[in-house]
């Protein structure tokens, strides 16, 4: 039995070497010396590189404690998903996504269609994608959802999914392989977009797909092949430095992120608060029996009265960085409908909380809610002196 921390400074390691590094360093190699027949393990640096056979097989341990699941690493989160989707399906198929799930998913439906692809939606909440899965050749779940936070049950939709002969896919991105271990629960592909909570640091695109079926790895390593959406060595290697602290990361976000949303709880001005950790929220019971205790992720999302009080309040933020994205070290928060991709009120928060001390950051977070109230305060005065 070995812990989550323990498991996640090793992974991928190889065996140690005298003289050389406990980690590789990065191989940039186009090709490699091939004398005679094209036999691997490496021959060509669209196909393989030995720095991410390292990083993959750390991957999969973390993915996949116990039992081998093969993983195949990817430029970003959206070459990883397109992977599956694109390897899998096929004219004439049908593929159930969420409706509320990644910002780029209406993109890739648009896409799928053209292709002769019947595509059906419905909210991850409640399950609903149960009702119109019905002769799909595939699901692809999102939870929590991104930015909404809504969970739904791996278990119970994977068991009905291979029912009706449905594979399943799950975007693991915001909970990360410590939080959620989605091939346990029943699917056949764990997702997920490496560039968030997994590298940690704002500075790697990165992607991955892990799946305990040799032919399934087969087909999407051919896809990967095919369009060459190939991670670089460099952000391979930073990615497998930084599972390292993985588990430090992860834990601390999680613990701030619940603390930070414990305090938004009594605030008059936030509604619609959301995070999976906390109590009170409509999808807590369910992550605590799907997700690992104290990994709920590093999301809380709420919202303001409106757009213009959203910006007071990000703008009267100091520790935190007006930016998209999250997961990372840095606590980030943006306004989300400013993308316009997601059916979200113009006042929507996503708030990612990084690994700053928590009693700074909701100081600082409750400073910026006054801020923003004040300044209301001051233009309604403001308009009143004018009339
Ligand atoms: C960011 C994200 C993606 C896309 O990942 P990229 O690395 O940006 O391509 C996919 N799914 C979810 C849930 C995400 O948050």
């Known amino acids: 039995m070995t812990g989550d921390g323990t498991r996640a400074v090793r992974a991928g390691l190889p065996e140690p070497e005298a003289f050389e590094p406990a980690l590789p360093g990065p191989v940039f190699a186009a090709h490699y010396h091939l004398p005679g027949d094209a036999a691997g393990p490496y021959t060509y640096g669209r196909d393989t590189n030995p720095t991410w056979t390292h990083l993959e097989r750390a991957i999969g341990e973390l993915e996949s404690p116990g039992s081998t699941a093969h993983t195949v690493a990817f430029a970003s989160g959206m070459a990883a998903i397109s992977a599956v989707l694109f390897s899998q399906l096929r004219s004439g198929d049908a593929v159930v996504l969420p409706s509320d799930g ?151 976000q999680s613990a701030g992120a619940l603390a930070l949303a414990t305090a938004l709880a009594d605030r008059p001005e936030v509604t619609g608060l959301r995070h999976p950790g906390l109590p009170t929220d409509p999808a807590h019971s369910l992550a605590v029996r799907q997700m690992r205790p104290g990994h709920f992720g590093s999301v809380v999302s709420f919202t303001l009265p409106d757009k213009a009080h959203a910006e007071r309040f990000l ?7 007006d930016a998209t994205s999250f997961g990372g070290v840095r606590s980030t928060a943006e306004r989300r409908a400013r993308w316009g991709g997601d059916a979200v009120p113009e006042g929507f928060i996503r708030f990612s909380v990084g690994i700053e001390d928590p009693d700074d950051l909701i100081a600082d977070v409750l400073r910026a809610l006054d801020t923003a109230n004040a300044d209301k305060a001051n233009t309604a005065a403001d308009a009143g002196n004018a009339s």
């Open 102 to 252: 990644y910002q780029l998913l209406p993109a890739v439906r648009t896409r799928l269609e053209s292709y002769g692809i019947e595509v059906r939606t419905a909210p991850t909440a409640q399950d609903a994608q149960l009702d119109v899965l019905d002769g799909a050749r595939l699901l692809w779940i999102e939870t929590p959802s991104n930015p909404g936070l809504d969970v739904c049950d791996v278990r119970r939709l994977a068991d009905e999914a291979h029912r009706r002969g449905a594979l399943v896919a799950v975007d693991n991105t915001l909970a990360t392989p410590l939080g959620q271990r989605p091939l346990d629960l029943g699917a056949d592909f764990s997702v997920a977009s490496g560039t968030k909570a997994l590298t940690g640091h704002g500075d790697v695109l990165l992607g991955y797909v892990s799946t305990r079926d040799a032919a399934l790895v087969d087909a999407v390593r051919q896809w990967r092949k095919t369009v060459g959406a190939i991670p670089g060595p460099m952000e391979s290697w930073l990615a497998h430095r930084s599972l390292a602290t993985l588990a430090l990361r992860v834990r601390q």
């Open 315 to 321: 703008a009267a933020l100091t520790l935190v960085d």
